[in-house]
């Protein structure tokens, strides 16, 4: 099992159990979440794919073992040091390659899709803290 999350929780008594989240789990909650954002605006589809490939990168043992540093060993990690965000882009873009050129309404969708997953961590924001 590839964890997306893991939860450290500490009982009454002092006792320490963890909760995992999987990434199947995890992204399969997210896509239903952000097609039922998305619903009203008739792009519920194109939320669902993102929601499904937004964290696909987490699906690594290098991304395992570094969650259960963090969170289980409890080691020093610097966070970000395992990029889990692109793999979803590098994804959809590689499934995309052999149609580009098609529909430019395709290859505009997908640019989006891919945008929206690689961007899902603030990664792009183009807004500085001035509003600039």
Do not use: W
């Not at 990690?77 to 965000?85: A, F, L």
């Not at 640019?111 to 690689?118: N, Q």
């Amino acid at each position: 099992m590839y964890p997306a999350h893991i939860r450290k929780e500490i009982s009454c008594d002092g006792k320490v159990t963890y909760s995992f989240q999987s990434v199947a789990e995890h992204c399969r909650n997210t896509a239903k979440y952000a097609s039922e954002a998305l619903k009203a605006v008739g792009l519920e589809k194109t939320a669902y794919l993102a929601g499904l490939l937004h964290d696909c990168g987490k699906h690594t043992f290098r991304f395992k073992q570094y969650v259960e540093d963090a969170v289980i060993n409890e080691k020093e990690v610097k966070r970000g040091t395992v990029n889990h965000t692109f793999a979803g882009v590098k994804l959809i873009l590689a499934k995309h390659a052999k149609y580009v050129g098609a529909n430019d309404f395709q290859d505009l969708t997908i640019e989006l899709i891919a945008y929206a997953i690689g961007a899902h961590h603030g990664l792009f924001d183009c807004i500085k803290d001035k509003d600039e």
